[in-house]
């Protein structure tokens, strides 16, 4: 069982910059695919940015891409989602998850365990 637990949501003027963290407990978050995915009001989650167990490798939405980046800190347990010139298209809650074993990481249904989520609000 993996505990998920995000943070660093806020509002924000278009242009500037988030870090939101998704903190883990009950399992080294490593050894699962750790994703990013995001719901505004009214539409359906998607995904924003997953990296991979082990190696690590990125992926992003082509929304995001340029913006946004997916970082892990190991020893903090931690997976980290850096957004840049945000916009308000970028509203929305932010919802951290993670799955265990498998190659498929873009749909929601592809995830084992979520966190509660934080809420981005960007600002013109």
């Known amino acids: 069982q993996v505990q998920l637990v995000e943070s660093g949501g806020g509002s924000m003027q278009a242009g500037g910059s988030l870090r939101l963290s998704c903190g883990a407990s009950g399992r080294t978050l490593s050894r699962y695919t750790t994703g990013w995915f995001r719901q505004a009001p009214g539409k359906e989650r998607e995904f924003v940015a997953a990296i991979r167990q082990s190696l690590g490798s990125t992926y992003y939405a082509n929304s995001v891409k340029g913006r946004f980046t997916i970082s892990r800190d190991n020893a903090e347990n931690t997976v980290y989602l850096q957004m840049n010139s945000l916009t308000p298209d970028d509203t929305a809650v932010y919802y951290c998850?993670?799955?265990?074993?498998?190659?498929?990481?873009?749909?929601?249904?592809?995830?084992?365990?979520w966190g509660r989520g934080t809420q981005v609000t960007v600002s013109s």
């Open positions: 998850a993670a799955r265990w074993r498998g190659l498929n990481m873009l749909a929601p249904s592809d995830y084992d365990y």
